[in-house]
Structure formats: C-alpha cells, structure tokens
C-alpha cells in the first residue's frame, strides 16, 4: 500500500520552530525525490523544498531558504523538514510528497493527507 504520513503540525509563534516528519512506505521512498509543498487558505499549493533520493541534493522555495532545511534518512523511510524563524505567512497545511523522477519542480505522484502548521503573529 502505498502512503505518506505527514506528523509533527501544530500552533507556534513567529520566530519559533516546528519540525515535521514523513513516513513513506518504502517502495515510494528508497529511490524517490521527496518534497514538502504547503497550501494556505484561499491560495494553491506551492513548492517548498525538495532532496534527492540520496541527499545530496536539495532545492527551496526562496521564500524559506535560509530558515526550513530538508533531510531524510533512508533507513528509516522519513523525510524531515526542519522549520525555523517561522513567519506568519508560512501558516498552511503542508503535504509530503514522493517522486521517482530526478529533483524538480513539478506535479509529484504520491501524496500524504497534509499536517496544519499555524504561526501566530
């Protein structure tokens, strides 16, 4: 069965830091691209940051680059995306993705159910 299972959502205030996690099933996580994209009310989906099957390679969205940082650790089937200097604007539902195409932006195959992140101001 395939699933992605986002965890790690919740209330923090601006500055603060929130950490979320992906659990994949294996088949969709040891040679896949992962990503984290987000959608706030009233706006679509966006990008926010991407790694490599391997993690040697990353993207971001510039909105977050210098505060959120990607990771997995393929022995577990977990993607991580660490937040930091949250803002109130990065306050959306954030989804865990998997690919198996290279690194890019670009509509990724499997989904989880999404994790709130709310940043008050």
């Known amino acids: 069965q395939v699933q992605l299972v986002e965890s790690g959502g919740g209330l923090v205030q601006a500055g603060g830091s929130l950490g979320l996690s992906c659990a994949a099933s294996a088949r969709i996580f040891r040679s896949y691209t992962m990503g984290w994209f987000r959608q706030a009310p009233g706006k679509e989906r966006e990008f926010v940051a991407a790694?490599?099957?391997?993690?040697?390679?990353?993207d971001y969205a510039d909105s977050v680059k210098g505060r959120f940082t990607i990771s997995r650790d393929n022995a577990k089937n977990t993607v991580y995306l660490q937040m930091n200097s949250l803002k109130a604007e990065d306050t959306a539902i954030y989804y865990c993705a998997s690919d198996p195409r290279r690194l890019g932006k670009y509509e990724y195959t499997h989904w989880g159910q999404g994790t709130q992140v709310t940043v008050s101001s």
């Open positions: 790694i490599n099957w391997s993690g040697s390679n990353t």
